[in-house]
């Protein structure tokens, strides 16, 4: 959520101080947390899975 913010607070400050047109288009903004949650989700819920039907003498023997 920063990183948007700071996306929309360069852009404006380009905008402002040269003459290059840049903006931050808020669908952009939208897919971007809505993919990062996406891989999050997958990758801290997949391995909690799978870890959840392991039999704990058996996890903790190979350590």
């Known amino acids: 959520m920063v990183g948007i913010g700071l996306g929309f607070?360069?852009?404006l400050l380009l905008r402002?101080?040269?003459p290059f047109p840049a903006s931050v288009q808020s669908w952009v903004a939208v897919l971007g947390v809505f993919l990062s949650s996406a891989v999050g989700?997958?990758?801290g819920i997949y391995p909690a899975m799978r870890a959840s039907r392991l039999d704990p003498i058996v996890a903790l023997r190979s350590e």
């Open 16 to 18: 402002t101080y040269t």
């Open 41 to 43: 989700l997958f990758f």
């Open 9 to 11: 607070l360069v852009a």
